[in-house]
C-alpha cells in the first residue's frame, strides 16, 4: 500500500464535521501527532471560549486580538480552513477597531468553533 492509501485509510477514524484530517494529518506529518494536536486544541479552545462568549471592550481588545491570531494558527494547522479565515478577519477587524464586524460575526465564529470542539470530543470518547 502506498503512503498516501495508508493515510487516507488511519484517517477514517477521525471524522469530524468541517475538518480535512488529511490536510492535518499532512501538515503535522503523522497520525499520531495529528491526534494529540486534536485534543490539545480542543483543550485549548474550552479555555479560551470564556473570552469568545463576550464581545471585546476597549480594554480587552488586544487580548482578543492575540487569541483570535492564535486559534486561526491552530485552526488552520488541524485542517479547519473555514475558521481560520474567520479567525483571520476576527484578527483584522479587532486591528481596525471594527466592533460592528467582531459584533456581528464573532457569535457565530464561537458557535463553529465550539461545534469542533463537541465534534473532537465525541471523536476521543469513541476512538482514544
Not at 77 to 86: K, R
Amino acid at each position: 500500500m502506498e503512503n498516501g492509501e495508508q493515510l487516507i485509510k488511519q484517517n477514517q477514524t477521525i471524522n469530524i464535521t468541517g475538518v480535512d484530517t488529511a490536510k492535518g494529518i499532512a501538515m503535522t506529518g503523522s497520525l499520531g501527532i495529528y491526534k494529540q494536536l486534536l485534543s490539545d486544541f480542543r483543550e485549548d479552545v474550552e479555555k479560551r471560549l470564556p473570552l469568545l462568549q463576550t464581545i471585546p471592550e476597549a480594554g480587552t481588545l488586544p487580548l482578543f486580538i492575540i487569541q483570535v491570531n492564535s486559534l486561526k494558527s491552530d485552526c488552520a494547522s488541524i485542517g479547519t480552513a473555514e475558521l481560520a479565515v474567520q479567525a483571520a478577519w476576527l484578527e483584522a477587524a479587532g486591528r481596525a477597531g471594527d466592533m460592528v464586524f467582531i459584533q456581528e460575526n464573532l457569535p457565530v465564529f464561537t458557535e463553529r468553533i465550539t461545534k469542533l470542539v463537541v465534534g473532537i470530543q465525541a471523536w476521543e470518547k469513541a476512538f482514544l
